[in-house]
C-alpha cells in the first residue's frame, strides 16, 4: 500500500513534468510575443528589449524552461505578465468556486444519472426505460453552452427562481452545477443501467434473494455497491471532463472559477497563467485518478494496490 | 412410475409436495416448456437426488420451488408446490419473501461468484438471521457465529470479518450453507453444491450435509449430474431428461436395476473409479519401431514472478512447476493428476512455449530450444497440439470452425485452395463431423462438437503428442464418453501420445496408460495405471483417491475420512526456494516421493 | 462438367443460406429497434442535406441579403421568406444550417476517424505487445489523458491559426485518448483470452493474431466508440466555435452558428436554439445508433446455444 | 433636486481588474478606477476633453515651450495620511519610466529630458525633472512638445507614494494608495472590488458616493438583464449588441441610456509592403468597396460613417472632407488600374470576440463584390496584434477590439504609433507599414509648436497629414463607434459623466445616489 502511493505519486509527478514540458514547447510556438503584449502600444523598441530581458524571453527554450521548473519546484509559478499578480495567487483566489462548481456537478450528476440509471434498470425495456435513457442521450450529446444559457433563459431570466450568474450563495450554484452535470447525468445513467442490469443477473443477487431479503434491501444492499464500482473509476475520469465544460459554464454563468481565468489568459497569450491552470487542472486530473483509485479498494475489497 | 418409499420415509412425514409442475421459458422461437410435469414428495430427513445431463431442468425446477427463476423469461406455467399445507405457487413476492430462507434455503453451484463480494462474511450471514426473526443484532451475530462453527469452519470469529475472496472456494461453500442452515429452513435445495471444487473438499462438503442432516433433520434436495454424489448421498433418486421425470426410484435399486434405457445409460457413461481394476492398459503402438520416445521432458521448471515496491520489481516468484521429469512413447497417454493450481496446465503451456521455461524438452528427441525465431517455434510446434479445457473458449466465435480448423495448415503454410478444403473436410469426417458444417460458427454446436472440433485442429498438423488439458471436464458425462472414445481410437489409429491433463481421478483411471500425481507444482508419485490406482503409496496420492465419491451406492462409505486444511501455497518469496523431492523406485518404474 | 456445375451452384446457394441470414439479421435486427430506426432517419436526413446542400438549400449560405435585417439591423424571425429566420448578417439561416451540416459532419467523420484510428493503433499495440512499447504508448496515453483537452485545444488552435482541417486535426489529437483506453483495456484481456492462447499454441504470428483474431473483437467497440465520438467531436468543435477558434467565418457550422449569436438568446432566440437542436439531433442519431450496433454486434447477445 | 452625500452603486465587468498600478494599468477596467483612486498635475473638466489643473495649483510654460513649472496644491493627502509633495511627483515620474517597472506608458514621457538614459537604464532617474522646493516641480523637455499637458493628465502621469509602492514592490498594483477621490477597501481576486470615499479628499464635495462596488467576471448581457432587475447600476462593458435594439426601443429606459462620442475610429489596415496592397489603386479599391452604412446598420446604427483616421470630436478633424466614395463599380475599375481586373485573394485579421467577426464578414462581402477573395482569420487578440507586428504576416486587419482610442484629445496620440515611421517596425501598431518620412517630418514640427496662439495653426497642420494619409489610403477608415450606457434609475449625475471621453467609461467622483436618505 505505503509503496502503491509512493509509486503512483512518482508517476504522477513524471506525468505533471510532462505536461509542463508539452505546455511550454506550445506556448513557447505560439505567434504572439509576450514582451510586447506588457509593452503596451506606445513602447519603443528599447522598452520591449529591457523586458524581454527581464523575463528571460530571450534566453534559449531550455534555460527558459529550467528557469520555469525551479521556480516550480519552489512553489513559484511565476507573475502574470498581464494581470501582475503571482498566479499562485490568482490560481488560489479562483480555486474554490472552481472546485466548488465541480462538487456541485458531481452531486448533481451522481444524484441525477444514478436515479435515472437504477429507475430504467429496474424498468428495463419498459417505456420508461426508453424515455430515460433518450433523455440521457439528450444529456450526453447537448452542447454545454446550449444548455446552459437555456437554463439560464427560463430559470433565471423568465421565472427569476435562480440568480441570473454570480457567485456566492447556493442558489447561485444550482443552474451551473446543472448544467455542468447534464452531461455527466447522461454517460452515469446509461452506466448505471448496464452494471445495475448486470449486477442484478449475478449470482448473489440470487443468493441475496434466496436468503429472504426484502426488495430494497437486496437492491441498495446487495446490488448498489457492486454497481457503483464503475462508476467510481469514472468520477475520476470526469474531472477532466469538467476541465473543459468549466471553460464555457463559467463564461455563461460569470462563475470566478479557473476556467474564466484561462480563457482571458489565453485571448491574452498571459504564458505565466495559462501554465500555472493547465498545471493545476492536470494536476486535478491526475488526484482525480488517483483517489478514485485509492477508494476502489474501499468499496470492492477485492481490489488489491499494487 | 412407482413411488417405492424407502422404510425412512413411509413413516416420516411429507414437508414438500411437487406436484405436475410446468416451467415456461420464453425463447426467440417462443415457448418451451423446461420443465414438464414434474411430481414428488419430500419427506423429514429425507435426501432426494435429482440427476440428469445438463439442460435436463434440474436447476429450473428448484428455482421454480424457489419462486427465483429468472424473470420476465421464466415462469411456472401449472401445476402445484405444496410446502406443508401451503401452496406456494401463485404467491405473493411478499409472502414468498417469508418462505425463503426460513421454511426453504438454497445453495447454488458457484461458491466463487454466490456470495457478494464486497460484504463481509458476518453481514451477509446475519443478513439471513434478521431477515426471518426479529433478533437483536447481537443475537443475529452469535447466530451467525453458531452456524459458521456448525460448517466447522476454522477461526470462525475471523471469518466474519473477511470477505468472500479471502476465503478459499471449499470455505466459501461452507459459508453458503451456514447461511442457509442459519434459519433452520425445513428444506435444503443444493444445486450442484460441489461441481466447482477440487475432489478432495468436495469430500468435505458432501460429509458435512450429512453430518448436518442427521443433526437437524433437514430434507434436502440435492441436484446432481455427477453420479459418484449421487450414490454418496441419496435416500431417492429422480433422473430427469428433457424436463422430464424418466425413474424414480429409490438409489439402491435404481443403480442396481436401473429400469429407464436412458438411466441405464447415463450410469453406463459414468466413469467409474477403480473400474479398470486389473486390467492392464493395452498401447496398441507398444511395438511399434518408432515407440521410441515421442516427449522427453527433464528437469522442467516454471516460475512466474510478481512484481511489487516503489519501484515495481520481483518480490516474490510462483513456484509453478519445479523439476518435473517424465517421458511419452509413441501411443502411450500420460494421466497428470492434481488439485487446482498445482501446476497441471502450467507443464501444459511450457510444452508449447507458451509461458517462458527452464529445463530440456525433447520432442522426437530434438532438442526444444527456447525458440527465437517465429519459424523454428512453429516447426517443433507441428509435433505438439494442445487441445484445451473448455472447447467454446478456445475457439474464436467470430470465424467459421471450417477456417478454424484450417488455420494450422495456413499457418504452417502446408495447405491452401481446394486442398485446404479438402483436408479440412477429410478432418472433419474423422472426427464425426460433416463437412457441410464447416461454414457454421462456433456457437451453434454443442459442446462435445466443439470439442471435436478442436481435436480436429490440432489434427490438423498431424503432431505426435497432444497435450489434452482438462479437454473433458466441460462436458457432460455421456458426451465426455464419445469424446474420450474418440480419442481413444485416433490414439490407436494414427499412434498419437496424449498427455492427459485433469483432475478427475476416474477419467484419468479410465484413458491413462501411466498416471503422473502433482503436488504443489511437483510430482510426488509417477507410474502405470495399475501402480497408482491399485497400489497408491503416497499419502497424497491416496487422500485424493479416497476422496472421489464412487458411483456405486453399494459401496457408499459411512464416513469419509475427510482430508482436512487447505493446500499450502507455491508462492514464496524471492530467494527461497521449494524444496526438491527425492523420488524412491518401488520397481518397474513406480517413482514416489519420499517424505 | 455438367454435374461439376451443378455442384457449384449448389454450393454457392448454400453458402448464401448460411451467409445471408446473419448478414441480414444485423441490419434487421437494428431496423427492428424503433430508436435505432429513429436514428436512421435522422442521419439520412441530415446527410442527404449535407451531401445535397446545393440542391436542398433555398438561398447562399453567405449571401447577405439586404431585407434580411430590419432598417435597425435585427434579424428577422422565422417567416415565410426566411423559414427559419436570417442571422445577425441577413443570411439566411435554414441555408446555412444546411451548408453547416457539411462542416460538422466532415468534422464527425474526419476528425473523429483519424481519433479512431490513432486511438485503436495505440491500444491495440499497447495491449498486445506490453513490455516497453506498452509502457510509451500508455504513458503517453495516460499524460494526453492528463492534458486538459480543451486547453491542449485552443493552445494548438491558435498555435495553428484555425481552419477547417486544422480544426479537424486538432480534435482528432484531443480525442483518441479515450479510444485508446478502450481498446488498450479490452486488447488485454483479448490476448489473455483462451482462443488466443489456443492460436498461439498453433504457431499463428503476431501479425495474423493481430489483425485476424483480435480486431474483429475489437470492432463493435470501435464501432460504438466511433458512433459516439461523432457526436463528441462535432460537439467539441462546437465548443471551440463557441470560445471563437473554430471553423472560420463565412464558412457555416453549427457550433459557429450558436457561437455568433448566443448572446442574442432572449431577442433571436432562433439563432441559438435551431442550430442547437440541430446539433442534439446530430449527436443523439449517432449515439442512438451507436448504442443499437453495440447491442446488435456483441456476439454475447446472440447466445452461446 | 439635491444632492445628498452618500450612498453606493454597483458597476460591473466582463474581464478581471489586472493591476491598480497608474504605472502599469492600460485597460477598459482600470483606466477610470485608476483615475478614482490617484491624481496627477492635470485633468480634465468632468464629462469633457477640457484640461484642467488638478494636482497642480498652478503652471507656467517656458517660452521656447521647454521648461514647465508646476505649483503644487498645499495639503493634498495620500491616502496613508501622509502629505503629497513635490518629491512624489518626481519619484513618480522617475518610476513611470524606468525600465523595471515596464510601463506601457513609459513612451509618453519620451520629450522629457534624460529620458533615453533612463529608458536604456544608465540613469536612475530623468535629469529633466527637478524639485524646486517641496511645492514646485520644475520639468525641462528635450524638445517642445505640444501635448505635454495632456501627458501630464494622463493615469501614467498620477503621483504615487514612494514608501507604499517600496513596501508592496511588484504588488502595488493590489494595494493601490494614491490621492484620489476614492480608496481601495477590498479586492476579492476575481470576483469584486470596493472602492470607499476619501474622506480627506482635497476637492470639496468629491466624491458623493460612499461606495462603489466592481464585480467582475459577468458577461455583458448577463450585467444587462441584472440592471433591469435592478440588481446593478452600470454595466461597465457598455449595453451588449445583443440587447441594444430591445432596450433602446423600450420607452422605460428611454431617460437611462447615454449617448455619447468617443475618440475612436474603427479601420482596415492594408500592409503596403505586402502585394498588391502596395499599389496604391489598390487601397484605395478597398476603399471604395466597402458598404459603411450596412455595416452601421449590422451594429444597429451605433455608430457613424468614417472617411479620415480622426474622430469628429478630435482637433485636426476635416469636415470639409468627403473621403472615398461607396462604388464597387469604381473600385473595380481601379482593380483593373493596377493590372488586378480579376481581383485577388488576401486574408483579413480580426479579433474574434463579437460584432468584430460579424463585420468582417460584412466586408468580407463587399470585397468579394469587386472580386477581392479575402479569407477571414479570426484569432485572439494577442495573436493579431502580433501577426499585424510582422511586415509579412497580415495583409489587412480589421482593428475592431483593439482599436484606436485616443490616450488623449489631441491629433498627434492618433499618428505616431499607428500611422508613423516609428510604429512601422517589428512589433510595431503601424500595421499598414506606411511610412511616410515627410508626413513623420510635418508631424515633428507640428508638435513643436507649443504657443497657444498658433493652436489654429498646428490644428491645420494635422489636417493635411491626415488627408495625405487618405491620399496614400493606407487605412479604409470604416466608423467612429458612439458609446452607448445605461444606468440605473437610483443614479444621478449629468448624463456627460456617464459617457466620460476621458474617464473611460464612467467619471465615478461625480455619480450620485438618488435614494440617499
Ligand atoms: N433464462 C433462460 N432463458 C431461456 N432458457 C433457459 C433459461 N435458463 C435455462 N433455460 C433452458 O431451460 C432448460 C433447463 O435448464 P436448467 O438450467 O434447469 O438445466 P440443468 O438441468 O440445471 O442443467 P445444468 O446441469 O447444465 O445446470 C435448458 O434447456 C436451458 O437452455
Ligand atoms: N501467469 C501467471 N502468473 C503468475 N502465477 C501464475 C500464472 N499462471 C499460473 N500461475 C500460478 O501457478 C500455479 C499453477 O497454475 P496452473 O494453472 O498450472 O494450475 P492447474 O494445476 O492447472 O490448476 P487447475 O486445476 O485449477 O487448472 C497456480 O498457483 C497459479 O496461480
Ligand atoms: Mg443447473
Ligand atoms: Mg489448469
Known amino acids: ?274 501554465m500555472g491552470v493547465t498545471l493545476v487542472s492536470a494536476f486535478a486530473i491526475v488526484l482525480g485518478n488517483f483517489v478514485a483509485d485509492l477508494i476502489a479498494p474501499l468499496i470492492d475489497p477485492r481490489i488489491k494496490l499494487r | 412410475m412407482s413411488q417405492s418409499m424407502s422404510a425412512a420415509s413411509t413413516t416420516a412425514k411429507t414437508v414438500l409436495s411437487v406436484r405436475e409442475l410446468k416451467t415456461a421459458v420464453a425463447t426467440p422461437n417462443g415457448q418451451k416448456i423446461v420443465v414438464d410435469g414434474l411430481s414428488f414428495d419430500l419427506h423429514e430427513g429425507e435426501t432426494i437426488c435429482i440427476a440428469g445431463e445438463s439442460g435436463s431442468g434440474k436447476s429450473m425446477t428448484a428455482l421454480s420451488i424457489m419462486g427465483l427463476l429468472p424473470e420476465p423469461m421464466a415462469r411456472v406455467a401449472g401445476g402445484s408446490i405444496h410446502l406443508g399445507e401451503r401452496e406456494l405457487t401463485g404467491l405473493r413476492e411478499s409472502e414468498m419473501r417469508s418462505v425463503r430462507g426460513d421454511d426453504i434455503a438454497m445453495i447454488f453451484q458457484e461458491p466463487m461468484t454466490s456470495l457478494n463480494p464486497v460484504l463481509t462474511i458476518g453481514r451477509q450471514l446475519r443478513e439471513a438471521v434478521l431477515a426471518h426473526e426479529s433478533v437483536s443484532r447481537r443475537e443475529a451475530d452469535r447466530r451467525a457465529l453458531d452456524a459458521m462453527k456448525a460448517v466447522r469452519l476454522s477461526e470462525p470469529e475471523r471469518r466474519m470479518t473477511q470477505y468472500p475472496h479471502e476465503l478459499s472456494g471449499g470455505m466459501r461453500q461452507r459459508v453458503m450453507i451456514a447461511m442457509a442452515l442459519a434459519c433452520h429452513p425445513k428444506v435444503l435445495i443444493a444445486d450442484e453444491p460441489t461441481t466447482a471444487l477440487d475432489v478432495t473438499i468436495q469430500a468435505q462438503i458432501l460429509q458435512l450435509m450429512r453430518d448436518l442432516q442427521k443433526e437437524t433433520g433437514t430434507a434436502i434436495i440435492l441436484i446432481t449430474h455427477d453420479m459418484g454424489v449421487v450414490a454418496e448421498m441419496a435416500d431417492r433418486v429422480i433422473v430427469m431428461q428433457h424436463g422430464k421425470i424418466v425413474e424414480d426410484n429409490d438409489v439402491l435399486p435404481l443403480f442396481e436395476n436401473p429400469r429407464d434405457p436412458y438411466t441405464a445409460e447415463l450410469l453406463a457413461a459414468v466413469p467409474k473409479l477403480g473400474a479398470m481394476a486389473g486390467k492392464d492398459p493395452a498401447n496398441v503402438h507398444a511395438g511399434d519401431m518408432l515407440s521410441a520416445k515421442v516427449l522427453e521432458v527433464d528437469d522442467l521448471t516454471v516460475r512466474f514472478d510478481l512484481k511489487g515496491g516503489v519501484l515495481n520489481r520481483v518480490v516474490s516468484r510462483v513456484h509453478a512447476v519445479e523439476g518435473v521429469s517424465f517421458e511419452l512413447a509413441r501411443g502411450e497417454t500420460l494421466g497428470l493428476v492434481g488439485e487446482s493450481g498445482c501446476g497441471k496446465s502450467t507443464i501444459g503451456k511450457a510444452l508449447m512455449n507458451l509461458v517462458p521455461w527452464e529445463g530440456s524438452i525433447r520432442v522426437s528427441g530434438e532438442h526444444v530450444v527456447k525458440a527465437k525465431t517465429a519459424a523454428a517455434d512453429r516447426a517443433y510446434r507441428r509435433n505438439l497440439q494442445m487441445v484445451f479445457q473448455d472447447p467454446y473458449a478456445s475457439l474464436d466465435p467470430r470465424m467459421t470452425v471450417g477456417d478454424l480448423v484450417g488455420e494450422p495448415l495456413i499457418i504452417h503454410g502446408l495447405a491452401k485452395g481446394q486442398e485446404l478444403q479438402d483436408r479440412v473436410a477429410g478432418l472433419f469426417h474423422r472426427v464425426g463431423l460433416t463437412p457441410d458444417q464447416m461454414r457454421r460458427h462456433p456457437h451453434e454446436f454443442s459442446g462435445g462438437q466443439r470439442q471435436r472440433i478442436c481435436i480436429a485442429r490440432a489434427l490438423a498438423l498431424s503432431p505426435k503428442v497432444i497435450i489434452a488439458d482438462e479437454s473433458v471436464s466441460a462436458l457432460d458425462v455421456s458426451v465426455q464418453a464419445q469424446v474420450l472414445d474418440l480419442l481413444k481410437e485416433l490414439q490407436e489409429e494414427m499412434g498419437l501420445a496424449y498427455l492427459f491433463i485433469s483432475h478427475d481421478m476416474a477419467v484419468v483411471e479410465q484413458v491413462s496408460h501411466r498416471v503422473a500425481v502433482m503436488y504443489i507444482g511437483q510430482i510426488v508419485e509417477m507410474g502405470t495405471r495399475r501402480q497408482i490406482f491399485e497400489n497408491p503409496q503416497h499419502p497424497y496420492t491416496r487422500k485424493l483417491m479416497k476422496a472421489v465419491p464412487i458411483p456405486d451406492p453399494a459401496l457408499r462409505r459411512g464416513v469419509f475420512e475427510v482430508p482436512s486444511g487447505e493446500i499450502p501455497s507455491p508462492i514464496m518469496p524471492l530467494g527461497h526456494d521449494v524444496e526438491r523431492v527425492q523420488f524412491l523406485d518401488l520397481g518397474d518404474r513406480h517413482l514416489v516421493a519420499q517424505s | 462438367m455438367e454435374a461439376g456445375k451443378g455442384m457449384s451452384v449448389s454450393e454457392t446457394v448454400v453458402q448464401q443460406a448460411v451467409v445471408e441470414p446473419q448478414e441480414r439479421s444485423v441490419l434487421r435486427r437494428l431496423l427492428a429497434r424503433k430508436l435505432a430506426l429513429f436514428a436512421l432517419v435522422l442521419i439520412v436526413v441530415i446527410v442527404g442535406a449535407a451531401l445535397f446542400a446545393p440542391l436542398v438549400a433555398p438561398f447562399d449560405p453567405n449571401e447577405q441579403f439586404f431585407e434580411g435585417l430590419t432598417l435597425e439591423g435585427a434579424p428577422l424571425p422565422p417567416g415565410a421568406e426566411f423559414w427559419l429566420g436570417t442571422d445577425l448578417l441577413g443570411r439566411d439561416l435554414l441555408s446555412r444550417l444546411i451548408y453547416g451540416a457539411q462542416t460538422s459532419l466532415i468534422i464527425g467523420i474526419v476528425a473523429n476517424g483519424i481519433a479512431v484510428a490513432v486511438g485503436a493503433l495505440v491500444g491495440i499495440l499497447a495491449g498486445f505487445f506490453r513490455g516497453w512499447v506498452e509502457t510509451i504508448l500508455m504513458r503517453f496515453t495516460d499524460l494526453m489523458m492528463a492534458f486538459p483537452a480543451l486547453l491542449l485545444a485552443i493552445t494548438l488552435a491558435a498555435l495553428f491559426r484555425p481552419s477547417l482541417w486544422i480544426v479537424a486535426m486538432v480534435i482528432a489529437m484531443v480525442n483518441w485518448v479515450q479510444m485508446a483506453r478502450v481498446v488498450y483495456t479490452e486488447t488485454r484481456s483479448l490476448s489473455e483470452r483462451e482462443f488466443i492462447v489456443a492460436e498461439r499454441s498453433m504457431g499463428a504470428g503476431t501479425f495474423r493474431i493481430l489483425f485476424k483474431h483480435i480486431l474483429p473483437h475489437l470492432l463493435s467497440s470501435i464501432v460504438v466508440f466511433g458512433t459516439l465520438g461523432i457526436s463528441t467531436t462535432v460537439l467539441l468543435e462546437a465548443t471551440l466555435s463557441y470560445l471563437g477558434i473554430g471553423v472560420q467565418p463565412p464558412t457555416p457550422s453549427w457550433g459557429n452558428i450558436i457561437y455568433e449569436n448566443q448572446t442574442y438568446f432572449t431577442s433571436a432566440p432562433w439563432l441559438v436554439f435551431i442550430p442547437g437542436i440541430a446539433i442534439i439531433a446530430l449527436a443523439l442519431g449517432f449515439n442512438l445508433l451507436g448504442d443499437a450496433l453495440r447491442e446488435v454486434l456483441d456476439p454475447t447477445q446472440k447466445g452461446r446455444h | 433636486d439635491d444632492i445628498k452625500q452618500g450612498g453606493s452603486m454597483i458597476v460591473t465587468y466582463k474581464d478581471d481588474v489586472s493591476t491598480l498600478d497608474p504605472a502599469i494599468g492600460y485597460d477598459w477596467q482600470n483606466w477610470s478606477m485608476i483615475k478614482s483612486l490617484f491624481d496627477g498635475l492635470m485633468d480634465y473638466e468632468p464629462g469633457t476633453t477640457n484640461l484642467m489643473k488638478d494636482l497642480a495649483e498652478d503652471y507656467t510654460i517656458s517660452d521656447d515651450g521647454t521648461v514647465f513649472t508646476f505649483k503644487l496644491r498645499e495639503g493634498v493627502k495620500f491616502h496613508n495620511g501622509r502629505e503629497m509633495t513635490a518629491e512624489d511627483v518626481k519619484y513618480s515620474l522617475d518610476r513611470v519610466t524606468n525600465p523595471k517597472t515596464q510601463s506601457p506608458g513609459a513612451g509618453f514621457f519620451g520629450s522629457i529630458k534624460g529620458f533615453d538614459e533612463v529608458a536604456a537604464g544608465e540613469a536612475e532617474g530623468l535629469s529633466g525633472v527637478t524639485v524646486v522646493d517641496p511645492y514646485t516641480v520644475k520639468i525641462e523637455l528635450s524638445r517642445p512638445d505640444a501635448t505635454f499637458l495632456h501627458v501630464m493628465a494622463i493615469n501614467f502621469s498620477s503621483i504615487v507614494p514612494k514608501e507604499t509602492v517600496e513596501e508592496f514592490g511588484a504588488d502595488f498594483g493590489k494595494h493601490p494608495v494614491g490621492t484620489g477621490a476614492f480608496s481601495l477597501e477590498d479586492w476579492t481576486l476575481g470576483q469584486h472590488l470596493i472602492f470607499k470615499r476619501n474622506e480627506d479628499y482635497w476637492r470639496a464635495g468629491v466624491p458623493k458616493l460612499d461606495q462603489i462596488t466592481f464585480e467582475v467576471g459577468q458577461e455583458p448581457i448577463v450585467a444587462l438583464l441584472r440592471l433591469q432587475r435592478g440588481e446593478a447600476d452600470i454595466p461597465g462593458d457598455g449595453i451588449p449588441p445583443a440587447k441594444f435594439l430591445e432596450v433602446t426601443q423600450d420607452d422605460q429606459y428611454k431617460d437611462l441610456i447615454i449617448e455619447g462620442g468617443q475618440l475612436h475610429t474603427g479601420y482596415v489596415t492594408m500592409n503596403v509592403k505586402m502585394p498588391p496592397f502596395d499599389k496604391v489603386e489598390v487601397r484605395k479599391a478597398v476603399n471604395m468597396a466597402i458598404n459603411k452604412d450596412r455595416i452601421i446598420r449590422i451594429i444597429n446604427g451605433r455608430a457613424v460613417a468614417a472617411n479620415q483616421p480622426l474622430p469628429p470630436s478630435m482637433p485636426g478633424y476635416d469636415n470639409n472632407y468627403e473621403g472615398y466614395p461607396f462604388d464597387p463599380e469604381a473600385a473595380k475599375a481601379l482593380l483593373a488600374e493596377a493590372g488586378l481586373p480579376d481581383g485577388f485573394e488576401t486574408e483579413i485579421y480580426v479579433y474574434n470576440t463579437d460584432p468584430n467577426p460579424r463585420i468582417t464578414q460584412a466586408i468580407q462581402a463587399d470585397l468579394a463584390a469587386i472580386g477581392i477573395k479575402a479569407e477571414i482569420k479570426a484569432l485572439a487578440q494577442a495573436n493579431v496584434i502580433a501577426a499585424g507586428g510582422e511586415p509579412d504576416q497580415a495583409p489587412m486587419i480589421w482593428s475592431g477590439g483593439m482599436a484606436w482610442i485616443a490616450d488623449f484629445p489631441d491629433p498627434s496620440n492618433f499618428y505616431g504609433p499607428i500611422l508613423g515611421c516609428s510604429g512601422a517596425v517589428k512589433g510595431g501598431w503601424n500595421w499598414s507599414w506606411y511610412c511616410n518620412e515627410e508626413l513623420d517630418a510635418m508631424a515633428t514640427e507640428a508638435d513643436s509648436i507649443t504657443d497657444p496662439a498658433k493652436k489654429a495653426e498646428r490644428e491645420e497642420m494635422w489636417r493635411k497629414i491626415f488627408i495625405s494619409v487618405m491620399d496614400d489610403a493606407a487605412w479604409a477608415p470604416v466608423f467612429h463607434e458612439q458609446r452607448y450606457t445605461m444606468r440605473s434609475e437610483r443614479l444621478g449625475g449629468p448624463d456627460a459623466i456617464f459617457v466620460d471621453p476621458v474617464h473611460i467609461p464612467v467619471n465615478y467622483d461625480y455619480v450620485w445616489a438618488k435614494d440617499v436618505q
Do not use: C
Open chain 1, 1 to 274: 500500500m505505503g509503496s502503491y502511493i509512493a509509486r503512483r505519486i512518482l508517476q504522477s509527478l513524471l506525468i505533471l513534468l510532462g505536461i509542463s514540458f508539452l505546455t511550454f514547447v506550445l506556448l513557447y510556438l505560439i505567434p504572439a510575443d509576450p514582451a510586447r503584449q506588457i509593452a503596451g502600444r506606445s513602447a519603443t523598441v528599447q522598452t520591449v528589449e529591457n523586458i524581454r530581458e527581464q523575463l528571460g524571453l530571450n534566453l534559449p527554450f531550455y534555460q527558459q524552461y529550467f528557469r520555469y521548473l525551479t521556480g516550480l519546484v519552489q512553489g513559484d509559478l511565476g507573475r502574470s505578465y498581464l494581470q501582475k499578480t503571482e498566479v499562485g495567487e490568482l490560481i488560489v483566489s479562483r480555486l474554490p468556486a472552481t472546485l466548488l462548481l465541480m462538487l456541485g456537478a458531481i452531486v448533481s450528476e451522481l444524484i441525477i444519472g444514478l436515479s435515472m440509471g437504477l429507475l430504467a434498470a429496474l424498468k428495463r425495456n419498459t417505456a420508461v426505460d426508453n424515455g430515460l435513457m433518450v433523455l440521457s442521450f439528450v444529456g450526453v450529446s447537448s452542447p454545454q453552452f446550449v444548455i446552459g444559457i437555456l437554463l439560464l433563459y427560463v430559470f433565471a431570466v423568465q421565472l427569476g427562481w435562480f440568480p441570473i450568474g454570480g457567485y456566492g450563495t447556493f442558489m447561485h450554484m444550482v443552474l451551473p452545477s446543472l448544467t455542468l452535470g447534464f452531461l455527466g447525468a447522461g454517460w452515469y445513467s446509461r452506466m448505471m443501467r448496464s452494471s445495475m442490469i448486470d449486477v442484478l443477473r449475478q449470482d448473489f443477487i440470487r443468493t441475496a434473494r434466496a436468503k429472504g431479503l426484502k426488495r430494497w434491501q437486496v437492491l441498495f444492499g446487495h446490488a448498489m455497491p457492486n454497481a457503483m464500482l464503475p462508476i467510481i473509476a469514472m468520477i475520476g475520469i470526469d474531472i477532466g471532463l469538467f476541465m473543459s465544460g468549466i471553460v464555457v459554464v463559467e463564461s455563461v454563468f460569470g462563475w470566478p472559477g479557473i476556467g474564466q481565468l484561462a480563457w482571458q489568459a489565453i485571448q491574452r497569450v498571459d504564458i505565466p497563467i495559462i
